[in-house]
């Protein structure tokens, strides 16, 4: 059975504080992972896809990294606009289906 | 494109009420999926379609049923609303490509069952 599990559950930085985000998983024959975006009231929203150890992609302040048993989604120099609760998921030979961890609420304080 | 929508956005309903959410993509999606989203449990499967004509159970599918209507369209039906069944319901669809299983989400049904 696919297991995701994110720490910190919650995380308050100030304005300029860089951190990283957590997302251990175990999954038989990783097809992917993905970190989603869910503002309070919102449904989630598609940040990254990543398929093998060693990648990394970058959207603005966001790095995301994979490892074969995690993954970190850095935030350089966050702002206000950053906070969110950022959902990691995963996929794997089972098919299509995803498997969410729980998310890590950010609060980012100016 | 308006992507995936979702309808009702918040509904409240008695023990025993019946309802039906409804979801729309108009991504040209063969996949659509149905999710509940509790506090500490984070996001649960509860139906999917691979296509048009095709449904199959997720992790949770109790007290729900499912209607793939068209390519478009994926409705969830409550028969008998239970308390237990108070929730943020989410749709999402996922490209066609085999490379890939990214999905992307509509924002949501927040059900009350009182």
């Known amino acids: 059975e696919d297991q995701v599990t994110q720490s910190p559950e919650a995380l308050r930085l100030q304005e300029g504080e860089s951190s990283s985000l957590n997302c251990s998983y175990t999954v038989s024959g990783l097809r992917g992972l993905f970190w989603y975006r869910q503002d309070p009231g919102k449904g989630p929203e598609f940040l990254f896809t990543l398929y093998s150890a060693g990648e990394e992609k970058e959207k603005e302040r966001l790095k995301a990294t994979l490892t074969k048993k995690e993954s970190f989604l850095h935030i350089t120099a966050p702002k206000p606009e950053d906070s969110a609760t950022y959902l990691c998921a995963v996929s794997g030979t089972s098919g299509s289906r995803l498997t969410f961890g729980e998310g890590t609420q950010l609060t980012v304080n100016p | 494109n308006a992507g995936v929508t979702q309808t009702p956005k918040f509904q409240v309903l008695k023990t025993g009420q019946s309802m039906t959410l409804q979801c729309a993509q108009d991504?040209?999606?063969?996949?659509m999926y149905w999710y509940r989203q509790d506090p500490g449990m984070g996001l649960r499967l509860i139906y999917y379609?691979?296509?048009?004509?095709?449904?199959d159970k997720g992790e949770v599918p109790n007290g729900y049923n499912v209607s793939r209507l068209n390519k478009r369209e994926f409705s969830l039906r409550l028969e008998s609303a239970a308390p237990s069944q108070t929730s943020v319901y989410f749709c999402a669809s996922r490209p066609d490509r085999v490379s890939t299983d990214t999905q992307y989400f509509g924002p949501g049904t927040r059900l009350t069952v009182l």
């Open positions: 379609s691979a296509s048009e004509g095709t449904t």
């Open positions: 991504m040209n999606h063969n996949s």
